[in-house]
């Protein structure tokens, strides 16, 4: 076990309300923000968020250190996030496809209007992660089933047919939402570069 | 079978998922091969694929910019948690 995590799980054990607190303080914003992906409403990834700590707490005994305790806690995020869309995907997936963003993108010969510009590799670590916060922020503004597809497919690797399965809608249904989804967060980002100030 | 370049866009989930008869997914690749903006467009997809890969990242996951740190209420919740464990009253995980 990472000596930190050591620490951090001995005062755990010894009801040290302090060590809590700073854990919570450190992650809580990291699991509301994993399972706002999942669920889209503040307040059902608030509880989710909560659930984790009760089951943090009521399992912190059985933490045996293979990955790094904030890993293991976000996982358990993620995981309740997943059981809650699961149970409630019918109020949570909402609405329909979302209009196809590449709509515009081709003229009547099914040609590119103006040519995609490969995005520059960020010339420092800074601007690497300030195009993950646009992206990030670009998620969250997705209509719900561009949104859960997404994340499920690229952030959380799942593959085609269990991300379908989860969501109880078809393969191709999933296709057409993934498409739209990476299409409108290309739309978002590049927006969001070309309105950087230089 | 003719692809343009909106057909190509539409199908690259297909095309990555190896979805579709050979014959189409070939005229698919043979269209990439021949058509530098497409080509642009999928090393876009995949530069935009590797930053949603990092954003899951478990140990330090990528937060939105209009995330808010832990707000007091939510803290103070999470502490009556604690305390209610701490003395044995804590409910059980509805699990």
């Known amino acids: 076990m990472h000596p930190e995590d050591a620490l951090v799980v001995r005062g755990l054990l010894a009801r040290d309300e302090a060590v809590f607190e700073a854990l919570v303080r450190q992650l809580h914003g990291k699991l509301v923000a994993v399972a706002r992906r999942l669920l889209g409403e503040h307040e059902a990834a608030e509880d989710v968020a909560q659930e984790t700590w009760r089951r943090v707490l009521s399992s912190i005994a059985t933490f045996e250190g293979k990955s790094r305790l904030a890993s293991w806690i976000v996982q358990i995020a993620k995981n309740r996030a997943k059981t809650r869309l699961e149970r409630r995907k019918r109020e949570i997936l909402i609405g329909d496809e979302g209009l196809d963003p590449t709509a515009t993108w081709f003229d009547g010969f099914g040609q590119w209007r103006s040519s995609p510009a490969a995005w520059d590799t960020p010339e420092s670590s800074l601007e690497h992660e300030r195009q993950k916060q646009l992206l990030a922020d670009a998620l969250l503004t997705l209509p719900a089933r561009q949104r859960v597809v997404v994340t499920l497919r690229d952030v959380e690797g799942m593959d085609a047919a269990t991300a379908s399965e989860t969501l109880g809608i078809s393969q191709e249904n999933q296709r057409v939402l993934l498409h739209r989804g990476r299409a409108a967060l290309r739309d978002a980002v590049a927006a969001a570069m070309r309105a950087r100030p230089s | ?95």
């Open chain 2, 1 to 95: 079978m003719i692809v343009t370049c909106r057909d190509l866009a539409a199908r690259l989930t297909e095309l990555e998922e190896g979805v579709g008869s050979a014959v189409e997914r070939a005229s698919l690749r043979f269209h990439l091969s021949i058509c530098a903006r497409c080509r642009r467009y999928v090393a876009e997809l995949d530069r935009l694929k590797g930053l949603l890969t990092d954003l899951g990242r478990e140990q330090d996951p990528v937060v939105p910019m209009s995330a808010e740190a832990a707000p007091d209420p939510a803290v103070a919740r999470a502490l009556s948690t604690f305390r209610a464990w701490k003395t044995g009253e804590s409910s059980p995980d509805d699990d």
